[in-house]
C-alpha cells in the first residue's frame, strides 16, 4: 500500500436531516419587513423568527393540514 493512502475507509459525512415542518404556516395580513399582504410563509425557522418577534400581530397563524 502507498504510504498516502490510509489503511481504514474514510465514512462520508452523514446528510443533514431537515429541520422538521413547522405546525404552523403564516399568512400576512399587514405588510411588514419584506412580506405583502396575503404572503404565505411555511419556512419553520421564519415561523419562529415571526412569531417571537413583534411583528406576531401582523400575521394569522393557521394550523397546516
Known amino acids: 500500500m502507498d504510504s498516502d493512502t490510509p489503511d481504514t475507509p474514510v465514512a462520508a459525512p452523514a446528510p443533514k436531516a431537515q429541520a422538521a415542518p413547522s405546525p404552523y404556516k ?5 405588510a411588514f419587513a419584506d412580506y ?3 404572503q404565505e410563509i411555511s419556512d419553520a425557522d421564519e415561523v419562529a423568527a415571526v412569531l417571537t418577534g ?4 401582523k400575521v394569522l ?3 397546516n393540514a
Open 61 to 63: 397563524k393557521v394550523a
Open 36 to 38: 405583502q399582504v396575503g
Open 54 to 57: 413583534d411583528c406576531d400581530g
Open 26 to 30: 403564516l399568512i400576512v395580513k399587514f
